[in-house]
C-alpha cells in the first residue's frame, strides 16, 4: 500500500506545502484514490506518477475548503484530459451540493458520470476495487470523517500443505476445491473444500482521518464487530503544537500534537504520520514555531514508528506493516 | 503601471504554467487588482510581493472554471490572512451566482464585505482607486470580457510656465487656481483659473481581454466617444497557432496567433503581449509544438513590441508607454 502525500498545510497553503490531499493505492496498482482535495491538488498530482484517468474515487473527509476547493478543478481537468469513465465520489453530503452548485453556475460539462456516496450510508461492503472503505465521524466544527481502507479479505485460500500431505497434488482440482466445489479422487474418495480451506485473511488497514479534535473518535472502529482488521498506519492532523492549541482556544477544534499522539501510544498504533500543521510552524528548525516543535511534542508522547508528512513524500507500507518513506523529484 | 502574470496556461495547469490570473497595479502602489483568478492563484501570489491584504478588486472576463475557480480559495485565505476591508468583484453575473452557492454549501465565512459589481452595468466613472475601469463584451462560448484599465485622467493641471511668465509665482494662490477658485493679485488683478488650467490628460491604458475569437471586439473601445484614452498595451489570448487552430475547429471559439497578432498590427498597437497557451505546446523549442511556433507566428504578422508571457513575468510600462520585462525569482 502506498500513501501520496499531495499537501500537508492547514487553511491556506505556503510555499513549501499546499492545503490538504493524499493520494492512496495499492503496490503495483495504476488505479488510485484521492482522499481530500484542496485547491491546488491537481497541480501537485503533475509531480507525480499519478493520473486523473486511472482516479478511481474521490474521499473527502469535510466541507471545509482547505480540503474541498480543488475538486471544481480536477473534475473539470479529468474530463478535459480524456477521462470518460465513471468517477465515484465518497463524502459528506454539503459536498454533493457543493460540487452540483459549481457545475450548475460554472457551465462545467463533465465528459463522465460522477457516482456520488454520501459517506454517512456507507455499508459494510462498500468498496472501491480491492479496497473496502469504512468511515467514523470525527469531533470538528462541521461533520469530519475518517476513512478505513481495508485491503479486501483473501478469501478461500488453500491449505496446500494440507492438501500436499494428504497426496492431492496441484492441478486443476486445486481450482475446483478453492472455487467451492467437491472433487472425486482417482480412489473414488470424496473431498469436500471445506476440509482444505484457511480462514478468511483480514488484510491490512489504513486509517486516513479528516480534521478532528478527539482520536477517541477513532475506537469505534474498534468496537465494531465488523471491522476486524489490522490496523498498521493512522495519518491524523497535528495542526499545532499544545501551546499554541490553548493559546488559540477549543474553537477550531484541532488536535496538537500531544493530544493524537498520547492517542495512538495508548492503542499501540505501530506507525504514525502527522499532517495538517498550521502555516505558522517554519519547515526550518528556527525561527520558533517551527515543525520541529510539533515532531518533538509528538515524540515525548508516542514511541512507535512516527513522521511528520510533507508535499510530495510517499510512504509504503509493506505486507509487514512496515512504512518506507520515500519522495517524488520534483526536478528543483 | 506593471502587470504580472501568475498563470498562462489554457484550460488546464501544466508544471510551469498555471491557469489564467493577471495582477496589475500603478508603480510604486501597494493596492492591486486581480483579473482572472483560475485554481491556483493565491499560490503563485506566495511568490510575488503582492498580498491579499492590499488586493482592492478582482476582475472576472468569463465564468470558465480555469478563470474563476481560483475565487473560493482566495476568497478564503485573504480571509484568514486577517483581511477585514470590503473587496470589490466586477464579472460576469454568473460569476456571482458562482460565489454565492460556493459560500452557501461550502460553510464559507469571510471576515469582510465582497461588493459584487455585474460587468454590464459599469458606468463611465467605475474606477477602483486611481484606475478607471470599463469593458467591452468579446466572442466566446460564453459572455467573456475584455478590461480596458486607464489612469484616471489628470484633471486641473496648472500651467506653471505661463504662471510664471505673467509674474504669479508658486505659493498658496497656485492651490486655488488649481482647485477652481478665482484669485486677487497685490495689485487687484482678478486672475480666472480657466486661463491657467491646461487641458485634461489622457492616461495610458492598458486592455486586458479574456477568451475571444475575434479580436475586432476591441475596436468598440475605440469608437466610444468617452473612452479617448492612449491604448498603450493590449494582452490578449494566443491559444494555438493557426494549423492547430485549423484542427480543432472554432467550436471553442479561441484565438490563434496569426489572429490577433493581425489584429494588433492593423491597429498600430504598441506593445502586444499574448498568453493562455493550449498545454500542447512545449516550453522548449522541440519537440514540436512549442510555444516557440506560437511566437514565430506572431512575429509574421505583427511588427510592433511582442511578448509571449511566462508565469510570473512581470511587465512595466513607463511613461512613455516603453514596455520593460523582468521576472520574480522564485528562489528555484
New interface residues.
Partial sequence: MEIVFLGTSS?????TR??SGIGFRQQNSKSWLLIDC???T??RI??TNLSLTNLSAILITH????H???L??IL??AS??GRNEPLTIIAPK?IQ??IN??I?????NLNYQLNFIDVEKLTDSTSVGNIEIRAVLLSHR?PSFAYALTERPTKNRLDQEKLIKDGILRGPMWGKLQSGQSITLENGKVILPDNYLLPDKNNRTVIICGDNDDPHRLATLKSDTTFEANVELVVHEATYTQEVAEKVGAGPQHSCAKRISEYAESTGLKNLILTHFSPRYQDLPSPSPSIVDIEEEARRYYSGNLFLANDLDIFRLDKNGNLIHTKYNTG?
Avoid at 487553511?11 to 510555499?15: E, H, L, S, Y
Avoid at 466541507?63 to 482547505?66: N, P, R
Wanted: hydrophobic share 30%.
Fill in positions: 487553511g491556506v497553503p505556503t510555499k499546499n492545503v484542496g485547491e491546488g491537481q497541480h503533475l509531480h466541507v471545509h475548503g482547505d474541498c476547493y480543488g471544481p478543478g473539470a481537468s478535459m484530459s454539503p451540493h457543493f452548485a459549481v450548475e453556475t460554472s457551465e462545467l462541521v528543483k
